[in-house]
């Protein structure tokens, strides 16, 4: 599904704040507009367990969600 909102794809670096359109170019600079819309959420997502795992080692946890310690 493609969203009809899009944002300025250099606006991080030309815009104070992120510049909104619903054209396929930045009304205030001219640059490419890029969908705004995150990426849809997948049950079945294979990299989703590496993820987890590396969150809860950032946050330097032992124990994951289910409180079961984590093989490393």
């Known amino acids: 599904m493609k969203s009809d909102i899009r944002v300025c794809s250099a606006w991080e670096t030309a815009h104070e704040r ?3 359109t619903v054209g ?3 009304p205030e600079c001219g640059a490419d507009a890029v969908n705004s819309a995150p990426a849809p959420f997948n049950p079945e997502d ?4 590496y993820r987890r795992r590396a969150r ?3 946050r330097g946890d032992d124990a994951d969600d ?3 310690s984590i093989d490393r």
């Open 66 to 68: 289910d409180g079961d």
């Open 24 to 26: 396929d170019a930045c």
């Open 46 to 49: 294979p990299y989703g367990e």
């Open 56 to 58: 809860v080692r950032d």
């Open 18 to 20: 992120p510049v909104y």
